[in-house]
């Protein structure tokens, strides 16, 4: 069984230019969760959606930063414009529960550098 | 609110000797608590966790944590360290009385040493 597939695993781009980063959770699972990782600040959470649907964004860092999960197969970081701050380990994670008590499965994450 | 902290960002071992990983957290409720593990450039993978069954918890890999409500700790620990547990681990609690979030620990890098 596939586990969480992250894309691009590595992303080097330029100060002012979209970013977007790729999920495809496990199937079967309803919670889809976006989480931030850097040395500073730990691991953060950004998006949580829970049958596609946005349920808590209140982690995102600023209107430059937006979540999709048009259906229950796929969800889309971006950034625009991306800023060198943004830097980080970009992690999707889901999960079979919605009620907060069940297993995160991790994607290998997405390596964002914005020089 | 919830909350977890762990004690140590950094722990060392020699290799066969054992691994004591702490990690206290405050609840109002029957917490569902976790133990992660993050090798380098990897994703988090579930070690194992509690749910309010036993209060010892066996895992993947030799670890296991035992849930103590009194001393509100769900330490994790190993009788003998591989050089393959070197290793970043979080601990983490899962807030359902209200926010629903899982809250991270900040993270113990385990380091063993031949």
């Known amino acids: 069984d596939a586990g969480v597939i992250q894309s691009p695993r590595h992303e080097v781009t330029e100060m002012g230019q979209e970013v977007t980063l790729r999920c495809k959770p496990i199937?079967?699972?309803?919670?889809l969760f976006w989480y931030r990782q850097t040395m500073m600040r730990g691991l953060e959470l950004l998006i949580y959606?829970?049958?596609?649907?946005?349920?808590?964004d209140s982690g995102m860092p600023e209107d430059r930063f937006s979540a999709k999960m048009p259906n229950a197969s796929f969800s889309t970081l971006k950034i625009q414009p991306s800023e060198p701050r943004d830097s980080a380990v970009y992690f999707c994670a889901s999960s079979r529960d919605s009620i907060f008590t069940g297993e995160l499965f991790f994607g290998e994450g997405s390596r964002l550098t914005v020089l | 609110a919830q909350s977890v902290t762990q004690l140590d960002s950094h722990v060392s071992v020699s290799e066969g000797t054992p691994v004591l990983l702490r990690c206290n957290y405050s609840?109002?409720?029957?917490?569902?608590l976790f133990w992660y593990v993050q090798h380098p450039n990897k994703g988090l993978q579930l070690l194992l966790k509690?749910?309010?069954?036993?209060?010892l918890v066996k895992g993947i890999n030799g670890f296991e944590a035992e849930f103590k409500k009194s001393e509100t700790s769900f330490h994790l620990t190993k009788p003998s360290a591989h050089m393959s547990d070197a290793a970043e681990y979080f601990c983490v609690v899962s807030d359902t009385s209200g926010t629903y979030k899982y809250i991270f620990g900040t993270g113990t890098r385990l380091k063993v040493l031949a």
């Open positions: 609840s109002s409720y029957s917490p569902s």
């Open positions: 509690y749910t309010s069954a036993a209060t």
């Open positions: 959606f829970n049958n596609n649907v946005p349920i808590d």
């Open positions: 199937s079967g699972h309803n919670s």
